[in-house]
């Protein structure tokens, strides 16, 4: 019996091992197109091992085209452009493009094989998007709900966003909640800075990330971010840029500012900032420093509701108010809106910006879902 | 099996028993790439191609390592290994060799390494206690039986085009249908000769 079930496993493994070893020297001799380079969207080098698909390299190198039927070449979703170093249309892909893909250098990226340098473009978001590990190096109390935390980035140690993207925060479990949610929040911090992201988080009441933030978190511990993600990014244009943003809404209105003034973008720019009462006002010392450092640069905080100690004589009203002020006495030909805040805030601004003759194509927003 | 000529199996397994229309069996590439008459005719030569290989090393395989050492029953595992190695290494060497016949034959070759019907023919085979040659003519008849199939329902797709079909047929359903009308003209063949 012994001998028959070791006979029967023995054999096997030799037929098996037989194959095994005659395509790995096969791979060796055959398959071996030796280091190629692959350069994405003309800014990343990578140097791989050539001989597999573009889409399992493109994986070893953590970077993950979407692909539902693991790389069959049935469910077309791995399509990338390939500019230079492929082989002319294979057969298994020309059924899944159309004539424009093919046009446009389309290919899917799992039939063909990565045999020389290359020379490729993927979507930014896909090439960007990135699990970061991250460290807790700062949490700040802004005003007495909404908190600054910064996150110093580990692995990868640094981050590539427009101005104005957000990225999704990863709660580890707490309390009664068991399970990890993951929730989007602006990055407030320059776009420049690549090694760590700042996020401004306001407690909702019984919001369970905000919640775990506001009493859970704590300086030095580590957790986990997805990004960068989003369209709401300063886009070119001559005219003023107009803002508009209440509470944790300064955050990417912050980073956008950042960059203005980084870039010396020569735009006129004005922000408008709602809030209830002073308490609820923050971050103004760096606005006025940023009036100085930005030529031409207003910041316009209103109050809604001041309180009679506040000694207010700023701007009052809701935010919509001083905007249409404003809007009646400036001209809007060319102006862009940039609006973040509760979809309600958002839309009372977009009648005012439409009102005046900013039409909806020059209106950008990142509502908070 | 020994009186049979190899030549009636070859024939045999085009027409009266095609691997695909009369066994059904390597029915999702079948439906899947039968899109275009092109990509039909590419992935039918690569059948052909691993059908006839397999069966002779599996031949081989089988009487001279798993009979003699009594251990039959492992046949389904040695087959698989053997026929997914092998398509491996035809596709590395086929890929060095020339970029046309690549494009032509090899892409498609990794597309079959799961494909039912070349283990299919490799189990008949046994089971009908084939010769050699009669195992390696059965399998290149198969093969050739499975393009056949492929092609005129690549030729009849690229019709249906064209046509007005109910919205609900569209796609797998009609191809379905299709396939047991085909499945349904071959029986016509059969009767003309016994091969098992
Ligand atoms: S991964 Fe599905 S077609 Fe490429």
């Known amino acids: 019996?012994?001998?028959?079930?070791?006979?029967?496993?023995?054999?096997?493994?030799?037929?098996?091992?037989?194959?095994?070893?005659?395509?790995?020297?096969?791979?060796?001799?055959?398959?071996?197109?030796?280091?190629?380079?692959?350069?994405?969207?003309?800014?990343?080098?990578?140097?791989?091992?050539?001989?597999?698909?573009?889409?399992?390299?493109?994986?070893?190198?953590?970077?993950?085209?979407?692909?539902?039927?693991?790389?069959?070449?049935?469910?077309?979703?791995?399509?990338?452009?390939?500019?230079?170093?492929?082989?002319?249309?294979?057969?298994?892909?020309?059924?899944?493009?159309?004539?424009?893909?093919?046009?446009?250098?389309?290919?899917?990226?799992?039939?063909?094989?990565?045999?020389?340098?290359?020379?490729?473009?993927?979507?930014?978001?896909?090439?960007?998007?990135?699990?970061?590990?991250?460290?807790?190096?700062?949490?700040?109390?802004?005003?007495?709900?909404?908190?600054?935390?910064?996150?110093?980035?580990?692995?990868?140690?640094?981050?590539?966003?427009?101005?104005?993207?957000?990225?999704?925060?990863?709660?580890?479990?707490?309390?009664?909640?068991?399970?990890s949610v993951s929730r989007a929040y602006s990055v407030a911090s320059a776009s420049h800075e690549h090694d760590h992201v700042d996020l401004m988080i306001r407690l909702v009441p019984e919001g369970i990330c905000t919640t775990w933030v506001h009493n859970y978190l704590n300086e030095n511990e580590r957790v986990k971010i997805i990004g960068p993600m989003g369209d709401f990014y300063l886009r070119d244009g001559e005219g003023e840029i107009i803002m508009v943003a209440g509470g944790s809404g300064m955050a990417p209105i912050v980073s956008l500012l950042e960059k203005i003034s980084k870039e010396d973008i020569e735009r006129k720019v004005t922000y408008f900032f709602g809030a209830v009462r002073k308490k609820d006002l923050f971050y103004i010392d760096e606005m006025r420093n940023l009036e100085n450092e930005i030529g031409n640069f207003t910041f316009i905080p209103a109050l809604s509701a001041p309180e009679p100690e506040d000694n207010w004589d700023g701007e009052t009203g809701l935010i919509t108010e001083p905007l249409d002020r404003y809007l009646s006495r400036s001209d809007n030909a060319t102006s862009q809106a940039y609006l973040c805040g509760s979809p309600g805030m958002i839309n009372a601004c977009i009648n005012v910006f439409v009102k005046h003759g900013i039409t909806r194509d020059r209106i950008f927003n990142d509502p908070f879902a | 099996m020994e009186g049979l000529s190899p030549w009636v199996i070859f024939f045999a397994s085009i027409f009266t028993g095609n691997i695909l229309l009369v066994y059904f069996l390597g029915m999702c590439s079948f439906l899947s790439v039968s899109k275009q008459v092109k990509t039909s005719l590419g992935l039918g030569l690569a059948v052909v191609f691993v059908l006839t290989i397999t069966s002779a090393l599996n031949y081989i395989v089988y009487y001279y390592i798993l009979e003699p050492l009594n251990i039959e029953y492992l046949r389904y595992i040695a087959f698989i290994i053997v026929i997914a190695s092998v398509v491996q290494l035809l596709e590395m060497i086929i890929e060095r060799i020339s970029e046309t016949l690549y494009i032509n034959l090899g892409i498609f070759l990794p597309l079959i390494t799961v494909n039912c019907a070349i283990l299919g023919v490799s189990l008949f085979m046994v089971i009908r206690k084939y010769t050699f040659i009669q195992s390696v003519l059965f399998g290149a008849g198969s093969g050739i039986g499975w393009m056949l199939a492929i092609l005129a329902m690549a030729g009849i797709r690229a019709r249906l085009n064209e046509q007005k079909i109910p919205p609900a047929l569209r796609g797998p359903g009609i191809a379905l249908i299709i396939s047991g009308i085909m499945a349904m003209a071959f029986i016509g063949f059969s009767g003309i000769v016994q091969i098992q």
């Open chain 1, 1 to 179: 019996m012994i001998t028959k079930i070791l006979i029967a496993t023995l054999s096997m493994a030799g037929i098996s091992g037989l194959l095994a070893i005659i395509l790995v020297i096969a791979e060796r001799y055959l398959a071996n197109y030796g280091e190629c380079k692959i350069t994405i969207n003309n800014q990343k080098d990578l140097i791989v091992k050539g001989g597999s698909t573009l889409l399992s390299t493109l994986n070893s190198q953590k970077i993950f085209l979407p692909s539902a039927c693991g790389g069959r070449g049935t469910c077309a979703y791995c399509k990338c452009k390939v500019i230079d170093g492929v082989g002319p249309l294979l057969p298994t892909e020309e059924p899944l493009l159309n004539k424009q893909e093919i046009e446009n250098q389309i290919r899917l990226a799992c039939q063909v094989k990565v045999k020389q340098d290359m020379l490729i473009e993927i979507p930014e978001e896909l090439f960007n998007i990135k699990e970061f590990e991250t460290r807790v190096t700062l949490i700040q109390d802004l005003t007495h709900d909404i908190k600054l935390v910064r996150l110093q980035l580990i692995e990868p140690y640094e981050i590539f966003f427009k101005a104005g993207q957000y990225v999704q925060l990863i709660t580890a479990p707490y309390a009664g909640v068991k399970e």
